[in-house]
């Protein structure tokens, strides 16, 4: 299974209402598939950059889920066919942000105890030993 991130843009001229049981149709959808939802959010209305058919604002919503990747073209289908829905992106999440979609092995901790149980071996050096390597490496002998 693959995390990924689909964000889509919903037209401003559905009703609240029909703006919530729309999102809730299409997280249906979703997980009638098989997907695992991990995080949704709620529908904000922003203002658009630039007009996308004709609309000037938009409702965006965000959803992240886990899928097999041979599922995904069903949902394609699902998001072209919904006038409602203006632009959308599903997009793959290549760095884990969420810990229920994956194992995370835990790294053994070091603690002071461990580190005190090798104490470092201390090697004395007599000054005649250090006198010796000096001499060689500048050259004197």
Known sequence: MKIYELTYLISPEISEEELKNFSQKISDSFRREGAEILEETLPTKKRLFSPIKKQRQAYVVSLSFNLEPEKLENFLKLMKSES??????????????????????????????????????????????????????????
């Open 84 to 141: 409602q829905i203006l632009r959308f992106l599903i997009s793959v999440k290549k760095l884990p942000r969420f810990k229920k979609a994956l194992e995370i092995k835990e790294r053994p901790k070091i603690t002071a105890e461990k580190i005190e149980e090798k104490p470092m071996q201390e090697k004395k050096v007599e000054i005649e030993e250090i006198d010796k390597k000096l001499a060689e490496i500048l050259g004197e002998i």
